[in-house]
C-alpha cells in the first residue's frame, strides 16, 4: 500500500470510500435513509472542494492499493471548535471495510500527524460517533476522551465523542 497526498483527480475516489464506509460502519446507528441517499456525485463535488481548499495546515492523504485504487483516506488541518488545548484536528478517517484491521488507519494517522507537525500543530483532536465500534482505533493510539456533544445526521440525533492526544510527537514516529 501506499500512503500519498490527495490531488484533485483523487476526489471521486475519496468520495466512494466515504459513502461505501459510512453505509458499512453507520448502519444501524445513522438513519438508513440518509446512507441511502448519499451519492458518490454529491460527495465527489464535496472532497473536490475540500482538496481545492487544502493549505493553511489542512492536508489529505489517502492509501492507494498497488492497481492504483484508492481504498482509504485522511483529512486533517487547524482545530475548529476554539479547543484550546488542541491546536490540531483529523477531520475525517475512512477505509472501505475490506481493507479495515491492516494498520492502513495507523499509517494514514501518522502521514496527517507528520503534516500538522510541519505546520507547527504538536496536539490533536478527532470527534468520532459514540456508537461507532471504530472507536477503539483512538483509544488503541493513546487517544484520551476529551468531552462530547450532540450532532443532528439526518433524522437523528447523535452523540459524538471527542479524543485527544496533548502532543502526537510520539504518534509520528510509531511503529505501524
Known sequence: MIIRAAHSDDALAIARVKVDSWRTTY??????DYL???SYE???RVWEHHISILGDAATMYVAETPAKEVVG???SGPERTGNPRHAGELYAIYLLA???RHGLGRQLTQAVVTGLLQH???SMLVWVLADNPSRAFYEALG???VTEQEVTIGSARLTEVAYGWSDIRELATRTV
Open 27 to 32: 448502519a444501524g446507528i445513522v438513519p438508513a
Open 36 to 38: 441511502a441517499n448519499l
Open 42 to 44: 454529491q460527495q465527489g
Open 73 to 75: 483516506f485522511a483529512h
Open 98 to 100: 475490506a481493507y479495515q
Open 120 to 122: 507547527g500543530l504538536s
Open 143 to 145: 487517544g484520551q476522551y
